[in-house]
């Protein structure tokens, strides 16, 4: 068991320590974990396509220093232990230079340990406050997060909804809950009330008694939070078969493709920060007509991440080559970089955007109301 345990380690660390050459000898290889099984599977088609087309694109324009991409697709299973497993895999077995992670917090938050022993560059989607706080140098994140997403919800509902009492509910995971944290804490900041804080587990289908209770704690507003598609899509219809009993401010989820074909019409008129909005810069307006003449669909507005994801690190390679640690050096040195979802300037500790658009759900998809940022 002790001489087992031994030689994991030292494998782990030799992969840490050496940093160079992580690709194929006539390719570069980058992996991702996607929920393609599982809880959050629906998810996963907008990503699947969204790997395949920067693929494509990147490779016809000649790849990267000389040589073609591959991405390495791998199921992370919807869960903890598969994301684990599935870094691990990409890492040792398919000997992947860098890797894009999970969009949930909580699956990142589990890797951590591990992307920090291989001394890899993570791109990660997830927005929980605290994943960039651990002192890991490897991870990088490519949405918003979600103590910037609290800050311009409350200041939206001071500033345009003009009430003052907030309710929450929210999935009783790593999300949910820094979600949540988050909302009291800006609340406090702008002289709003968090009046109640109700919770709820995924795989839940019926949030009345949950929503009923923040009416009578006497919230005017709720902003709702979700690991979960469906259990955010059911909140929403829910909310209307209640007679919408108060305003309601939504997270980046409101505007995904899988929540609003499962919501439809009750989701029409809602406001909420989201990740994108098609069109709204020239990068995404690009984006948007590649994806459509490609699949034939439109994408989703959340899932496009990736796709900057992958083209920051595709930067970052061609500066610094198959080394990681350079990788991660050019990384950090990003600024100004005009993504789908906006212009990334990486802090040291991984933060990469600090703003978005507010969207109204009109017609079953997202318009633009304003471009907002907290450094506004």
């Known amino acids: ?50 790997a395949r087309l920067f693929e494509k694109q990147i490779n016809q324009a000649g790849g990267i220093n000389g040589k073609q991409v591959r991405v390495i697709i791998t199921d992370n299973q919807s869960t903890n232990p598969g994301a684990l497993n599935a870094l691990n ?52 994140r490519c949405r918003v997060n979600d103590g910037i997403v609290a800050a311009i919800l409350v200041r939206y509902i001071k500033d345009e909804l003009k009430v003052s009492k907030i309710g929450v509910i929210y999935s009783n ?27 709820f587990n995924l795989g839940d289908r019926d949030f009345t008694a949950q929503l009923l209770a923040l009416k009578k704690a006497g919230a005017e507003v709720i902003i709702p939070y979700s690991a979960g598609t469906d ?31 499962l919501a439809r019409e009750a989701a029409e008129g809602l406001v909420g920060f989201v990740d994108s909005v098609p069109g709204m810069n020239e990068t995404n307006r690009k984006f948007v007509e590649a994806y459509q003449k490609e699949f034939n669909a439109e994408p989703d507005t959340q899932a496009p991440w990736t796709v900057d994801a992958l083209n920051l690190l595709a930067n970052a390679i061609r500066k610094g080559g198959e ?47 304003k471009m907002v940022s907290v450094k506004d």
Do not use: C
């Open 1 to 50: 068991m002790r001489l087992t345990r031994t030689l994991l380690i030292l494998t782990v660390a030799t992969v840490a320590l050496s940093g160079m050459a992580w690709a194929a000898d006539s390719e570069i290889r980058i992996g991702i974990g996607i929920s393609t099984t599982g809880t959050f599977s629906a998810e996963a088609p907008y990503y699947q396509n969204e």
């Open 89 to 140: 895999r990409s890492v040792e077995y398919e000997k992947v230079l860098a890797f894009i992670g999970p969009v949930k917090s909580t699956q990142i938050l589990a890797m951590s340990d591990a992307v920090k022993n291989f001394g890899i560059p993570m791109m990660v989607g997830g927005t929980n406050v605290t994943i960039t706080k651990h002192g890991n140098p490897w991870l990088f």
């Open 173 to 199: 995971e790593a999300f949910g809950a820094g979600a949540a944290d988050a909302v009291d804490q800006y609340a406090k900041q702008f002289g709003l009330t968090l009046v109640a804080r109700e919770r």
């Open 231 to 261: 259990e955010f899509a059911r909140i929403i219809v829910q909310y209307r078969q209640l007679g919408s009993p108060y305003k309601y401010v939504a997270p980046p989820a409101i505007a995904q493709k899988p929540v609003l074909d």
């Open 323 to 369: 080394d990681r640690a350079k990788i991660r050096e050019a990384l950090l040195a990003t600024k100004g970089y005009e993504g789908v979802l906006g212009v990334y300037n990486f802090t040291p500790d991984g933060e990469g955007l600090y703003g978005g658009p507010i969207a109204v759900i009109k017609g079953g998809k997202p318009q633009l109301v």
